[in-house]
């Protein structure tokens, strides 16, 4: 049972343009969310996150939104750079529990 | 202190045999945890430890793994009569915070059973 789902294994994004990585889930006992950024050969390190009490939480280039009536999220790069290029991880957890569940991931090639 | 330290980075095993993985976190996050990940999935949570006390294990966790973490410092993850089905990269993360941008990954011990 896929609770995180991201539905795009892989995206390609001209350098400059927005990227933009989408996640829907189907726990609704998940009140937090996480979006972990991964390269070959490295473990996940950590993005950006958001509340379930926020809909939009923003990080220079990166901005995560949240609608929680369609149970979907979404991460947007701008602009995007070569440096981009890696698997992004859409994770979640509900409050009080000390695990986070990952989707399986979406690969963003940043093309020049 | 280097982040989270894991050994050894590769593992090629024999079917059957047993393998003992290593995780030292970082000095002084409490929390530390095991995840496994297989080609084309995401990290699928295993087991983790508050301190010295395992708190929760993941039903993925068969009786042939078991998991330590002595005095609350490093952790040992044992799988024993390895199968086909353990490759995968297993995957270590410590914190402080229950939130999970706490978490800091190790890079990540890859076992291929042959």
């Known amino acids: 049972d896929q609770q995180v789902k991201q539905n795009s294994p892989s995206l390609s994004v001209q350098e400059g343009r927005i990227s933009i990585l989408n996640c829907d889930y189907t726990n609704s006992m998940f009140d937090y969310f996480l979006w972990y950024k991964k390269y070959p050969a490295e473990g996940p390190t950590f993005l950006i996150s958001i509340s379930s009490i926020k809909d939009k939480n923003e990080d220079g280039r990166f901005t995560v939104f949240l609608n929680k009536s369609a149970k979907h999220l979404s991460l947007h790069i701008v602009p995007s750079q070569p440096g981009d290029s890696a698997v992004y991880f859409c994770a979640a957890s509900v409050n009080g529990d000390d695990k986070i569940i990952f989707g399986k991931g979406t690969r963003l090639h940043i093309l020049p | 202190d280097t982040g989270v330290s894991q050994n050894p980075r590769h593992k090629i095993t024999k079917r059957g045999q047993n393998v003992t993985f290593r995780c030292d976190p970082i000095?002084?996050?409490?929390?530390l945890y095991w995840y496994r990940q297989t080609l084309g999935q995401g990290p699928e949570f295993l087991t983790y430890?508050?301190?010295?006390?395992?708190?929760?294990k993941s039903r993925l966790l068969s009786d042939r793994f078991s998991a330590e973490r002595p005095k609350g410092s490093f952790s040992t993850l044992e799988i024993q009569r390895t199968e086909q089905g353990d490759s995968a990269m297993y995957l270590c993360?410590?914190?402080?915070?229950?939130?999970?941008?706490?978490?800091?990954f190790g890079s990540g011990t890859r076992l291929t059973v042959v």
């Open positions: 430890f508050q301190n010295e006390a395992q708190l929760e």
């Open positions: 993360a410590s914190s402080l915070s229950t939130k999970g941008y706490g978490y800091t």
């Open positions: 000095s002084e996050h409490n929390r």
